[in-house]
């Protein structure tokens, strides 16, 4: 399953909690306004003892606050959720099948554009997959020439790449993020259209 399938998945489960959120939080956003009318009507008769032109000033700002901090909580909550999104995206990607984890990997690796290096995996993911992947390499790119390091990291998924003094980072949290800003808006989207 691409990153886009899952994404798509993640979208449709969250689109749920974000209706039930996004209610919750009008639900919260209508009671801060209705106390802010209560508030708004005992200002309301004060004000008419002072003057027209103060009570209306004092209504305006009340209104604009409970409007500010309903926006700010309706904000928050949609920000939580996007978040949710992607934590799921990492859980989906960390409990892959190991063929698709391998495939996955390969994919990263390949995207690179590199033909050659040394691939340093967790020490858990070398023992397990390493010789699979740089088969599942040398199957999809056969001028590549790939090669498994000895050297291990904690990686918490994903790989290092390594060429010469350089190492690219193609880890499981490097991607996601780099996918969060380019997805972030779209996922927004998604979940709030």
Same mark, same amino acid.
């Given at each position: 399953?691409?990153?886009?399938?899952?994404?798509?998945? $993640?979208? @449709?489960? !969250?689109?749920?909690? =974000?209706? +039930? &959120?996004? /209610? *919750?939080?009008?639900?919260?956003?209508? #009671? $801060?306004? @209705?106390? !802010?009318?209560?508030? =708004?009507? +005992? &200002?309301? /008769? *004060?004000?008419?003892?002072?003057?027209? #032109?103060?009570?209306?000033?004092?209504?305006?700002?009340?209104? +604009?606050?409970?409007?500010?901090?309903?926006?700010?909580?309706?904000?928050?909550?949609?920000?939580?959720?996007?978040?949710?999104?992607?934590?799921?995206?990492?859980?989906?990607?960390?409990?892959?099948?190991?063929?698709?984890?391998?495939?996955?990997?390969?994919?990263?690796?390949?995207?690179?554009?590199?033909?050659?290096?040394?691939?340093?995996?967790?020490?858990?993911?070398?023992?397990?997959?390493?010789?699979?992947?740089?088969?599942?390499?040398?199957?999809?790119?056969?001028?590549?020439?790939?090669?498994?390091?000895?050297?291990?990291?904690?990686?918490?998924?994903?790989?290092?790449?390594?060429?010469?003094?350089?190492?690219?980072?193609?880890?499981?949290?490097?991607?996601?993020?780099?996918?969060?800003?380019?997805?972030?808006?779209?996922?927004?989207?998604?979940?709030?259209?």
């Amino acid at each position: 399953m691409s990153i886009e399938k899952i994404t798509s998945k $993640i979208t @449709a489960d !969250a689109r749920e909690q =974000a209706l +039930a &959120i996004a /209610e *919750d939080a009008k639900t919260q956003c209508d #009671e $801060i306004l @209705a106390n !802010a009318e209560k508030e =708004a009507a +005992a &200002i309301l /008769e *004060d004000g008419e003892k002072r003057g027209q #032109e103060e009570k209306e000033k004092r209504i305006q700002r009340k209104k +604009a606050v409970a409007d500010i901090d309903g926006r700010k909580l309706v904000l928050e909550t949609k920000q939580k959720l996007i978040a949710s999104c992607f934590e799921k995206a990492e859980e989906a990607l960390h409990n892959m099948e190991e063929e698709r984890y391998i495939a996955f990997l390969a994919r990263v690796i390949t995207s690179t554009e590199e033909a050659s290096g040394e691939v340093i995996l967790s020490a858990g993911d070398r023992a397990q997959i390493g010789d699979k992947l740089i088969a599942a390499l040398k199957e999809k790119l056969p001028q590549g020439n790939f090669t498994l390091a000895e050297e291990t990291r904690e990686t918490g998924g994903g790989l290092f790449l390594k060429k010469g003094q350089v190492y690219l980072n193609c880890t499981i949290s490097a991607f996601l993020e780099e996918a969060r800003e380019q997805l972030i808006g779209q996922v927004a989207q998604q979940l709030f259209q």
